[in-house]
């Protein structure tokens, strides 16, 4: 938040000076004149103050977008059960590779959501 320098004063101003009082116009231009005009650039915005609420935004809506990600890959991941994969008896094993590979998917749904729910927090965090 800008802050007013030693110059700036509201209770003076051009309108003050000259003796000419206008009512609330008056004291509200005043205002923004001397306090806000001053830490201003010529243009009437700061360099940065444009960029704080696009930047802000932005974060939140991808935090809020890997938390929703990450939520539902925790969830795909907790409630699809894992598949048998060892077939057989003691002696005779057949592995069921379509069932390896549906565990190690599980697996990485798990370990995506988790990452991708400990970044959203971290990004709300900052």
């Not at 565990?103 to 990452?115: D, E, P, S, Y």
Request: hydrophobic share 45%.
């Amino acid at each position: 938040m800008p802050t007013c320098e030693l110059g700036c004063s509201c209770g003076r101003g051009p309108s003050v000076a000259q003796g000419k009082w206008y009512g609330v116009r008056s004291y509200l231009h005043l205002f923004y004149e001397d306090c806000t005009g001053a830490s201003r650039d010529g243009d009437g915005s700061s360099p940065h103050g444009a960029w704080a609420p696009l930047i802000w935004k932005v974060s939140l809506s991808t935090a809020t977008l890997f938390l929703l990600v990450g939520t539902a890959a925790l969830a795909t991941a907790s409630l699809v059960p894992p598949k048998l994969e060892g077939i057989g008896e003691e002696e005779f094993v057949v592995l069921d590779t379509q069932a390896v590979w549906h565990n190690r998917a599980l697996g990485t749904c798990w370990l995506v959501g988790t990452a991708l729910c400990v970044a959203a927090v971290a990004m709300g965090a900052i």
